[in-house]
């Protein structure tokens, strides 16, 4: 038998496929029936008919019950013979009329009618069926499929995952978006599964990330426990957000923005203002006078470090791969420490951070290039912290040398000695500098003595600078900074440190230990989440990250996803 031979498309079928598929029909669709509110108004609309349907479900089961019976009875009457049908007919006419003559007749014959009415409107599907979509059964069987080489024990009583088996043996939970889209799954697992090992929960989650999508962001709940996980598909968040004034107090420093969830205030926050950013922001405050055109304030969570004196988490471990936003998310805090009055210091060894900006900015001490000065301001630092702390033990405030005091002295509070000054402006401003001598800053007359301001050591690329610090026969570099670290907790001293993800093996634990505020940039690999962060991240997803997207912990709290402002070197020189 030769198959059939399918009949061409008439004209205006062709003519409506055309339509379908022209620009301004998919533009209609995705700008229009898929716009963010008029899909929460759909799914409002949807929850709120679900609702009434409850509500009224008894009513329902007897309407349909009415008329299930009208349609059997109409089948009867035209289905039996004339007078078998009049018999019939007056024999049961005669029994109704004789019951509701009774004492409780019209009673029972409305029971009666209520009780056929409820059982001919029952719910006749057919018992044991999938209530999921074909789509939403193909979508978590997959699922389930690609989880049972990693996650089947044939020891196990309850066989969650074995091969053939059907979603529904492990999955207890999902949720699906308007666009049909898995945002929540919950699923059961054996008790023999080493969920404690980091391998192993490594390879269920790159397993789930292959099967619900590697561009999409993820959130783990490992219950060891109770034996469950919760995997949480995370919505994007919002990029292009610049370097701004950022209304938080004078101790907090914003890292850059994170989930609602993560965070427990929004601040206002200016952004570009495209329709694709729309679904992650909440809704605009007030548009304030003097907005660039093209952005739009809205209210987002902000991922906040706070500094304080003492503070159990005062110094900074950034870590991020090539492109991954790091310098950017270095040049950020540079500018809110330095809009604060606070004084700062740059060692930049691998000279790809363009931090020539800040030369001759107030409070800049130093920004240097060359490794042999920037061994010297480490050592000229830790004296540094030691004067501060020796004073703020004491109980002493601090206070300027005045400009005619004898040579300076790294013990009284002077600044760097000239012959180790080096700014990245070129060899005129260093031999202007080197003829001149120290310059220090005169502050206003008062009667009291007034604190110094806190003061910031930023070394990018430490691997480089301890690379050249054995090049030129020195002590490695990173002794000193763990001490310094140690002592500056009390001293007002803060420490930054950035190295490349794959040179954070390399660094000493000692030092390691110090900077116990985290930042990785870019994708991270299980050996440096677990030096970064003490163990897989419980986040996970895109292989290909944007820009200043990563993840942050400080001290000993959760690992939660950051996107790092955009600061370009323009915005250091606005300062």
Not at 254 to 273: C, H, M, Q, Y
């Amino acid at each position: 038998m030769q198959p059939a031979v399918r009949t061409p498309d008439s004209v205006w079928t062709r003519l409506g496929h055309a339509l379908t598929e022209s620009p301004p029909a998919a533009w209609f669709n995705d700008s229009v029936l898929h716009h963010p509110r008029v899909a929460k108004g759909r799914g409002m609309a949807h929850e709120g008919w679900a609702r009434v349907l409850d509500i009224c479900y008894p009513l329902i089961v007897l309407v349909r019950g009415t008329r299930r019976g009208a349609v059997r009875l109409g089948a009867w009457w035209k289905g039996t013979p004339k007078e078998k049908r009049r018999v019939e007919a007056v024999v049961t006419a005669a029994c109704l009329v004789g019951i509701g003559l009774l004492q409780y007749g019209p009673l029972l014959l409305i029971l009666g009618f209520i009780g056929g009415a409820a059982w001919l409107g029952r719910d006749t599907a057919r018992k044991g069926a999938d209530p999921e979509s074909p789509a939403h059964i193909a979508k978590l069987q997959s699922i389930y499929n690609g989880l049972v080489p990693y996650l089947q024990d044939g020891d196990d009583p309850d066989q969650h995952f074995k091969p053939g088996g059907g979603y529904r043996d492990a999955f207890t939970a999902w949720e699906f978006d308007e666009r049909d889209r898995l945002i929540w799954l919950r699923m059961d697992y054996s008790a023999y599964f080493r969920d404690g090992e980091t391998e192993s929960r490594a390879k269920v989650e790159r397993a789930l990330e292959g099967k619900i999508g590697h561009s999409n962001e993820y959130l783990y709940a490992w219950d060891e426990e109770g034996n469950h996980l919760d995997v949480r598909i995370l919505p994007p968040l919002p990029e292009g957000i610049g370097a701004q004034p950022w209304p938080v107090a004078d101790i907090e420093f914003v890292l850059g923005v994170t989930d609602p969830g993560s965070a427990g205030r929004l601040i206002p926050v200016v952004v570009p203002d495209p329709d694709a950013a729309e679904s992650t922001l909440t809704p605009e405050t007030a548009r304030p006078e003097g907005l660039p055109p093209g952005f739009r304030v809205a209210q987002l969570a902000p991922a906040v470090w706070r500094i304080g004196t003492p503070n159990a988490y005062p110094h900074l471990l950034l870590a991020g791969g090539p492109a991954s936003g790091k310098s950017t998310a270095v040049r950020s805090l540079l500018g809110q420490a330095l809009a604060r009055g606070h004084r700062i210091a740059v060692i930049d060894t691998d000279q790809s951070a363009e931090y020539g900006a800040l030369i001759g900015r107030p409070n800049v001490l130093r920004i240097t290039e060359e490794p042999a000065d920037a061994l010297d301001l480490l050592a000229w630092f830790d004296l540094e912290v030691e004067r501060r702390a020796e004073l703020g033990s004491a109980g002493e405030t601090f206070e300027k040398p005045p400009e005619d005091s004898a040579a300076p002295d790294t013990r009284s509070g002077a600044e760097p000695p000239s012959s180790n000054l080096t700014v990245a402006g070129g060899a005129e401003s260093a031999d202007a500098q080197r003829q001149t001598g120290p310059q220090p800053r005169t502050r206003p007359q008062s009667s009291s003595k007034s604190p110094e301001p806190p003061l910031w050591l930023f070394v990018d690329d430490l691997p480089e600078l301890c690379a050249a610090a054995g090049r030129l026969g020195r002590p490695d570099p990173q002794d000193t900074l763990a001490a310094l670290a140690r002592k500056a907790r009390f001293a007002a001293v803060t420490l930054v440190v950035t190295a490349r993800l794959d040179q954070v093996a390399a660094l000493r634990p000692a030092l390691r230990n110090q900077l116990s505020s985290r930042i990785a940039l870019g994708k991270v690999d299980g050996a440096t989440s677990t030096l970064l962060f003490g163990g897989t991240l419980e986040l996970g997803g895109a292989q290909l990250m944007p820009p200043g997207r990563g993840y942050v912990r400080i001290g000993a709290g959760p690992v939660i996803r950051l996107q790092a402002p955009y600061a370009p070197t323009l915005a250091l020189s606005a300062v």
